[in-house]
């Protein structure tokens, strides 16, 4: 799949974070320590980055995504205790927002790490992705 090297190592580093300090803390707190362990890792990315939000094309505003990193992978922070379809809707319509095909949602606040790779069906690269993986299941 695409990225998937890439979600996979941001991944272990929100599996550390969350191995380490537990759940219960303030997602501003996670941010900042995945924030570290990114770093550690060797990670490029930006933190509360301002994109653009985009519909049929136009700009319309913009949104602060939690972490962009390597320019390529959104990835959007909660500290709830379960993620629901709320959250995972909001993540794809972000995606969508923002012409990005695959994003990662982590929830720090259950007790094990919780974390989905959310794809924008409607970017061509996510969707010939996702048509390649079909092919070869």
């Known amino acids: 799949?695409?990225?998937?090297?890439?979600?996979?190592?941001?991944?272990?580093?929100?599996?550390?974070?969350?191995?380490?300090?537990?759940?219960?803390?303030q997602e501003v707190i996670y941010q900042r320590v995945l924030a570290i362990e990114m770093q550690l890792q060797?990670?490029?990315f930006s933190r509360e980055q301002e994109m653009i939000v985009f519909y049929e094309g136009i700009e319309i505003g913009t949104r602060r995504v939690d972490?962009?990193?390597?320019?390529?992978?959104?990835?959007?922070?909660?500290?709830?205790?379960?993620?629901?379809d709320i959250n995972i809707n909001?993540?794809?319509?972000?995606?969508?927002?923002?012409?990005?095909?695959?994003?990662?949602?982590?929830?720090f606040g259950s007790p094990s790490l919780e974390y989905k790779r959310i794809y924008n069906?409607?970017?061509?690269?996510?969707?010939?992705?996702?048509?390649?993986k079909n092919k070869n299941n």
């Open 1 to 25: 799949m695409l990225y998937d090297e890439l979600t996979h190592k941001i991944i272990g580093c929100a599996m550390k974070v969350h191995r380490t300090l537990g759940n219960g803390f």
């Open 42 to 44: 060797g990670l490029s």
């Open 67 to 84: 972490f962009f990193v390597e320019d390529k992978i959104m990835v959007e922070i909660k500290a709830i205790i379960k993620l629901n």
């Open 90 to 107: 909001q993540t794809r319509n972000y995606l969508e927002a923002y012409n990005l095909p695959v994003g990662l949602l982590l929830n």
């Open 121 to 132: 069906t409607k970017h061509l690269d996510a969707k010939n992705s996702l048509e390649a």
